[in-house]
């Protein structure tokens, strides 16, 4: 069982940056690979970063890439995602989520934890 909890999000101006946060208790939050996703009002849950239990592979939907970045610290059971060069069109409410499968996983029903979510919105 792993218990998340997201931070970090608020209100931004295009082109600002957010660093939100996803603690998560238990001891065993190296077992999972972490994902990130977010949900705008009025559409389905969509998928942003994942990456890997150790850390050392990340990836990105296509919408975000070059501008978010996933990380984690394992000794911390915390994971990251810095949002930069940020647009109205990311407003969301953003979620991180905990899966056991190994391979990079994209879609939301794979991942067994979720948070509760935080609110991101960029305006313009």
């Known amino acids: 069982q792993v218990h998340l909890v997201e931070s970090g999000g608020g209100l931004v101006q295009a082109g600002g940056s957010l660093r939100l946060s996803c603690a998560a208790s238990?001891?065993?939050?190296?077992?999972?690979?972490m994902g990130w996703f977010r949900q705008a009002p009025g559409k389905e849950r969509e998928f942003v970063a994942h990456?890997?239990?150790?850390?050392?592979?990340?990836y990105y939907a296509d919408s975000v890439k070059g501008r978010f970045t996933i990380s984690r610290d394992n000794a911390k059971n915390t994971v990251y995602l810095q949002m930069n060069s940020l647009e109205p069109e990311d407003t969301a409410v953003y979620y991180c989520?905990?899966?056991?499968?190994?391979?990079?996983?994209?879609?939301?029903?794979?991942?067994?934890?979720w948070g509760q979510g935080t609110q991101v919105t960029v305006s313009s």
């Open positions: 990456i890997t239990r150790s850390g050392d592979s990340t």
């Open positions: 238990g001891r065993t939050f190296s077992r999972y690979a």
């Open positions: 989520a905990a899966t056991v499968a190994l391979r990079t996983v994209v879609a939301a029903p794979q991942y067994n934890y």
